[in-house]
Each structure stands twice: as C-alpha cells, then as structure tokens.
C-alpha cells in the first residue's frame, strides 16, 4: 500500500524558514516524480512543485519561486520542501503527492498533509 | 498558464439523484484532465484521470467524459458518501499545473 507521510509543519513568524518532510513507503520510491500540493484554509488546490524521479527536473509555482526548494533523497525514501521567507499567504496545508508512472501528470496518491501557519 | 473553471460552485442533490459537474479549460488540455474528490479533513482522493478512466477502487457511478476544453463529471446515484467537493485538474500544459476552484455537492 502506498503511504506518503507528511511532516515538519508548525507556526512560524513572516520571513522564517521551515522545512517540510514527506517519507514514501510500499511503492519504489525511486522511479516516481512527486510534488507538493498545498491549500490555504477554506479554499482551493494550489500546486506548489514538482521534481522528477533523480532531481533533474524540478518546476515552481510563480508564487514560491526563488523562496522554496523542493529535494528528494532516494535512498531515505524522502521527499523535502525547504520553505524560506515564509509571508502570510503561504499559510496552507502542504500535501506530498506522487505521480502517476511514465510522465507526470495528475496526482494519483496523496498524503494526509502538514499544516503550516505563517503568522506574528 | 491554463485557467480552470468549474461550475457551479455549489450543486445541492438529493440521495439517489444524479449530479452533474462542468469544468471548463481556458485552452484546450486534450484529454489531460483529472478529477478528485476531497471530503472536510481529508486529503484529496482521485477519482478520474485521462478525462474518463477511472483511477482504481471507484466505483462505477463516477463517470468522466470530455475532451479540449469542455469536461463533464456525472456521479449517476449520489450515495450519502459522496457528498464533498469535487476539483479537475489539467496536465496538459504546465507547469503550472491548475485546478479548478472546486465544486461542493450538498444535501438537498
């Protein structure tokens, strides 16, 4: 059975840092590209990032490019998603998710998220 | 970047009737869409992807159909389960990949 298990979320003050983990297990972890989705309270999906199966392709929202960082460790089954300075509309609930096989595209397993709450 | 948007934003059904949902894509995103269904508290779960295939473990009464930019999802017979809100999702033409805004099916 997939699991994708999300941690790292908290509340933090405007222009910190925090890093998101996500760990992979019952699927080779290895050969999917995974992504983190997030949604701010009550609203819609957002998706966040991407990066393919060995780091070498790695995408961004316009919203968080150049402040976040997304990595995987394929040898700790993990995924990350370093977050720095950190504003109020970043506060969401942040989702791992994996692609399918093959090419990416939608999102076929997801985690049950992290909350991360950017206030002072 | 490709606009996603679902109509209408709240669909009030009754048990045992059939919903219908439109997700509409500002280009055309071939048949590269995808459904989920999110309940409160919960991650999303995927329900259709490829506009109409759907994705292991959904039962039958999810239909998707659609191509370019018009998507239909079709629940046949609501079940009290099934009432949550409903995303598409394309992955066409990204990044960014878009969602729509969401659909809330209701209780009549």
């Known amino acids: 059975e997939v699991q994708l298990v999300e941690s790292g979320g908290g509340l933090v003050k405007p222009g910190e840092s925090l890093r998101l983990s996500c760990a992979a297990s019952g699927f080779t972890f290895s050969i999917y590209s995974m992504n983190w989705v997030r949604q701010a309270p009550g609203k819609g999906l957002e998706w966040v990032s991407s990066?393919?199966?060995?780091?070498?392709?790695?995408y961004y929202a316009d919203s968080v490019k150049g402040r976040f960082a997304i990595s995987r460790d394929n040898a700790k089954n993990s995924l990350y998603l370093q977050m720095n300075s950190l504003r109020a509309e970043d506060t969401a609930v942040y989702y791992c998710?994996?692609?399918?096989?093959?090419?990416?595209?939608?999102?076929?397993?997801w985690g049950q998220g992290t909350l991360v709450t950017v206030s002072s | 970047e490709i606009v996603m948007t679902q109509s209408p934003a709240t669909l009030s059904v009754s048990p045992g009737e059939r919903a219908t949902l439109s997700c509409r894509a500002s280009?055309?995103?071939?048949?590269?869409l995808a459904w989920y269904q999110q309940k409160p508290g919960q991650a999303p779960r995927l329900l259709i992807y490829?506009?109409?295939t759907r994705a292991t473990g959904i039962p039958a009464r999810f239909s998707g159909s659609g191509s370019g930019t018009e998507f239909t999802l079709t629940i046949s017979s609501l079940q009290s389960e099934d009432f949550a809100v409903y995303y598409c999702?394309?992955?066409?033409?990204?990044?960014?990949?878009?969602f729509g805004q969401g659909t809330k099916v209701e209780i009549k």
């Open positions: 998710a994996r692609d399918p096989g093959g090419s990416p595209a939608y999102f076929q397993h």
């Open positions: 280009q055309s995103v071939s048949n590269n």
């Open positions: 999702q394309q992955y066409n033409n990204w990044p960014p990949r878009t």
């Open positions: 490829g506009a109409s």
């Open positions: 990066i393919s199966s060995t780091s070498t392709y790695i």
